[in-house]
């Protein structure tokens, strides 16, 4: 239903250019749809949770937002581009499963990887990549272990490392998937305060978060997701018993 807009509201609020905008977006891996008909509109500069059960289509919302996964319907925009012009606005904290630690391959050098796409493809990184990168670490708290192998850091700091990765890619918008999840409180408050801090230079975080305790704590906003989306918007309004139980009920919903 479309309200009648008063005069007096302030229409740039309004047509401000949403940093991710998706509609009707359905992605089918087999042949069960993990997403259905999801439309969403992120906000600007707020922290956003990404919440729902086991299977939900979470790290998929994210993963389609970048073209990871192939998009069976739907549309994703970003700054009211197609993502892949707008690749450098964005950031990406993997899920930590996912990652190949054992690839050989020290602190540092993943940091740097995050500036190679600030470079273009004919400059090398040089000293002043590696200057950068090595600030990226010491805002994690992670100086020391620059030269440690990835494999070798714990759960915590190789979550940190990427999160360092993130930041020197100097986004607009970060993509994190759940990467609270099964960390030491060290970790868990370095993030949250970095992110504080990025929030209040109007950057835009998006965040998978498995734990519901902290959901009005730690966020602005929140999506609640069970393959079809159950409700978004400001936590306060829309993080309610009522949706809660809608999210995480046994069967998703698949209806339309
Ligand atoms: P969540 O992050 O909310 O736990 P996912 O987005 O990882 O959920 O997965 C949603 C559904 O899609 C699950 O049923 C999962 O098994 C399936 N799925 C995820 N990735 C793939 C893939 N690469 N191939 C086939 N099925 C997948
Ligand atoms: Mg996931």
Not at 51 to 66: D, E, F, Q, R
Not at 82 to 102: F, L, M, N, T
Not at 110 to 120: A, D, N, R, T
Not at 203 to 231: C, E, G, P
């Amino acid at each position: 239903m479309m309200e009648q807009k008063s005069e007096k509201r302030n229409l740039s609020e309004d047509d401000k250019i949403s940093p991710i905008r998706i509609r009707n977006l359905s992605v089918t891996y087999r042949t069960e749809p993990a997403l259905w008909n999801v439309d969403v509109d992120f906000p600007e500069g707020k922290m956003i949770a990404i919440v729902g059960p086991n299977g939900a289509g979470k790290s998929t919302l994210i993963k389609a937002i970048m073209g990871l996964v192939p998009i069976t319907a739907g549309k994703v925009s970003v700054y009211d581009k197609s993502y892949s012009k707008q690749r450098s606005k964005v950031a990406y904290v993997p899920q930590r499963g996912s990652v190949d630690w054992d690839f050989p391959t020290d602190a540092l050098d993943v940091v740097e990887m995050g500036l190679y796409g600030k470079l273009g493809w004919l400059r090398r990184p040089n000293s002043q990549t590696r200057q950068k990168a090595r600030e990226c670490l010491a805002q994690v708290g992670l100086e020391d272990y620059a030269d440690r192998q990835i494999g070798q850091l714990s759960g915590g700091q190789q979550q940190r490392v990427f999160v360092a990765r993130a930041l020197a890619q100097d986004p607009q918008i970060y993509l994190m998937d759940e990467p609270l999840n099964g960390v030491d409180a060290v970790t868990e408050d370095t993030i949250l305060s970095i992110l504080e801090n990025l929030k209040k230079e109007g950057k835009t975080i998006v965040m998978v978060h498995h734990d519901l305790q902290t959901v009005d704590k730690y966020f602005d906003w929140v999506v609640m997701l069970n393959r079809s989306l159950v409700a978004t918007g400001p936590i306060k309004q829309v993080f309610t018993k009522d949706n809660l139980d809608r999210t995480y009920q046994e069967s998703p919903r698949m209806s339309i």
